[in-house]
């Protein structure tokens, strides 16, 4: 299309002016998230891409997945695969296929010689030399750094024959252009302040500016719900949304997240990718998209909120135009929550492999069975999955137990005369229950005058090897009389 005729594009142009009908208010609501493949999904993507999607099935409406992989160099396939897999841990499915916007690089420059066609666009030929020359004009005068439409109304003959050309927009220069962002409110910028911006460079190839607006509408976007570092970026793009005569979408720019300083979110503030939640911080996905809708998003006092209830409450009027502050201890301790009510059996498959990792062998089908039996014993003190995988290590660790520091001390002094005293009346005890014994090791600690931690800890040192585990009785059943009896012979007297 490079090369059409412009009186056919200008055709076309006047053919998409008329076809454009009803208010994006009155259509179905489709919203999409478009990040760029050059590194992995963050959390502040992350979180948009949630609201997105929450706001589209709130409304019934279509939740869109672009990639906008134009620029070439950084975009890889590693990252892509990274987004994709992030967003379906996260359990935000979107409708249709994945939309690539480098493919679609013939389509954005048809739209710019539609423009040029229809005098809404003109050939630029000022050379790099000429426009860094501006620059340093502008710098050393302390003017703001736009380009100054030097061929905007200048004769194409004036060029060298064969000069290579970029198309830029023909931007308004009197007037204001108005947005009514759902929320940040009414927002005004004055035309003069608006530069004729690159469409498509000298090679052919378009600008982001240009591809986004073109794939928004060509995909049928009706709610632009992003970051607010956009906003900037909307007037512009309406420039051309203009110029095509399309209807305008509905602007929701986001206040970004920051960290619990105040400062803009980096590495040490938690601003990692979704798999650093997942895989180096142990979290659950249910845990960080209660975690993330509450950035910035409120219902009243609720904290914990489903994902059922997201989609029922969610909406634009809830959204702040304050910065969040992102706060990890508080995103833990919701995992904590999340972590307690999760299924037994879902948890033993998450922590398997960790624990595959610490110990370095494979978890059988009896192994994991017991260790989603010890799973109501060891999440109550969890925050995350790393916790319960060093919590259960004991379950699966072979003697002799090697001992932390800690679990070392209470194995001295009398200690091993108690462990020597409680394996004798323990291995007594047919009924391997928890009530059944409590009460014989309440009997080894009367019989020897002392209160029942004082033998419950070096029991739990020489069961576990640890100074903290969960409960002892807990432990004698998850191991088992025979282990229970063998450990403690290991460190009697």
């Known amino acids: 299309m490079l090369g059409a005729c412009p009186v056919v594009l200008a055709i076309l142009h006047i053919l998409e002016i008329m076809r454009v009908g009803a208010s994006v208010e009155t259509q179905p609501v489709v919203t999409r998230f478009a990040p760029s493949p050059t590194g992995f999904l963050h959390i502040?993507?992350?979180?948009?891409?949630?609201?997105?999607?929450?706001?589209?099935?709130?409304?019934?409406?279509?939740?869109?997945?672009?990639?906008?992989?134009?620029?070439?160099?950084?975009?890889?396939?590693?990252?892509?695969?990274?987004?994709?897999?992030?967003?379906?841990?996260?359990?935000?499915?979107w409708d249709g296929d994945v939309v690539y916007q480098f493919a679609r690089a013939e389509r954005h420059a048809e739209v710019a010689n539609a423009m040029l066609?229809?005098?809404?666009?003109?050939?630029?030929?000022?050379?790099?030399?000429?426009?860094?020359?501006?620059?340093?004009?502008?710098?050393?005068?302390?003017?703001?750094?736009?380009y100054d439409g030097r061929w905007r109304d200048r004769d194409e003959s004036e060029a060298p024959e064969g000069a290579p050309f970029v198309i830029r927009l023909k931007a308004p220069r009197e007037g204001e252009t108005v947005i009514e962002d759902r929320v940040q409110g009414r927002v005004v910028v004055q035309n003069s302040e608006l530069d004729d911006m690159i469409l498509l460079r000298s090679d052919g190839t378009p600008t982001y500016m240009l591809a986004v607006v073109v794939d928004d509408h060509d995909m049928g976007v009706t709610h632009v719900i992003r970051g607010d570092d956009h906003l900037n970026n909307a007037?512009?793009?309406?420039?051309?949304?203009?110029?095509?005569?399309?209807?305008?979408?509905?602007?929701?720019?986001?206040?970004?997240?920051?960290?619990?300083?105040?400062?803009?979110?980096?590495k040490r503030h938690g601003a990692?990718?979704?798999?650093?939640?997942?895989?180096?911080?142990?979290?659950?996905?249910?845990?960080?998209?209660?975690?993330?809708?509450?950035?910035?998003?409120?219902?009243?006092?609720?904290?914990?909120?489903?994902?059922?209830?997201?989609?029922?409450?969610?909406?634009?009027?809830?959204?702040?135009?304050?910065?969040?502050?992102?706060?990890?201890?508080?995103?833990?301790?919701?995992?904590?929550?999340?972590?307690?009510?999760?299924?037994?059996?879902?948890?033993?498959?998450?922590?398997?492999?960790?624990?595959e990792a610490l110990t370095g062998r494979a978890l059988a089908g009896e192994s994991r069975a017991l260790l989603a039996a010890a799973m109501a014993s060891l999440k109550p003190r969890a925050k995350n999955l790393h916790e319960i995988a060093e919590g259960a290590l004991f379950l699966f660790e072979t003697r002799p137990l090697a001992l932390d520091e800690k679990a070392a001390t209470l194995l001295e002094g009398d200690a091993a005369t108690l462990l020597a005293q409680a394996g004798a009346l323990l291995e007594t005890v047919v009924d391997w229950s928890v009530p059944a014994l409590e009460a014989a090791v309440r009997q080894v600690a009367e019989d020897a005058g002392i209160g029942l931690g004082k033998v419950a800890q070096p029991l739990r040192a020489a069961l576990t090897g640890r100074s903290t585990s969960p409960g002892i009785f807990d432990v004698l059943v998850l191991l088992g009389k025979e282990e229970s009896l063998a450990r403690i012979a290991e460190r009697s007297a």
Request: aromatic share 8%.
């Open 235 to 266: 007037f512009r793009q309406l420039g051309i949304i203009k110029a095509m005569g399309w209807a305008e979408p509905i602007y929701a720019h986001i206040p970004l997240i920051h960290g619990s300083d105040g400062a803009k979110l980096s």
């Open 117 to 146: 066609a229809s005098g809404h666009a003109y050939r630029c030929y000022a050379t790099p030399e000429e426009l860094a020359e501006l620059r340093e004009q502008q710098r050393a005068a302390k003017q703001p750094m736009r």
């Open 272 to 355: 990692l990718g979704v798999d650093a939640y997942r895989d180096e911080m142990g979290l659950l996905p249910e845990a960080v998209s209660n975690y993330l809708l509450r950035l910035g998003w409120g219902h009243g006092d609720d904290e914990i909120i489903s994902r059922e209830q997201a989609v029922e409450w969610f909406d634009l009027a809830g959204v702040g135009r304050s910065p969040s502050r992102f706060d990890l201890k508080k995103l833990e301790n919701l995992n904590g929550h999340y972590i307690r009510e999760a299924d037994d059996a879902r948890l033993a498959e998450l922590v398997a492999p960790r624990i």
């Open 44 to 93: 502040g993507g992350a979180r948009t891409a949630l609201f997105n999607w929450l706001f589209a099935r709130h409304h019934g409406g279509k939740f869109l997945l672009r990639i906008e992989d134009t620029d070439r160099a950084r975009s890889t396939d590693a990252a892509i695969e990274a987004i994709l897999d992030g967003m379906k841990w996260l359990n935000l499915d």
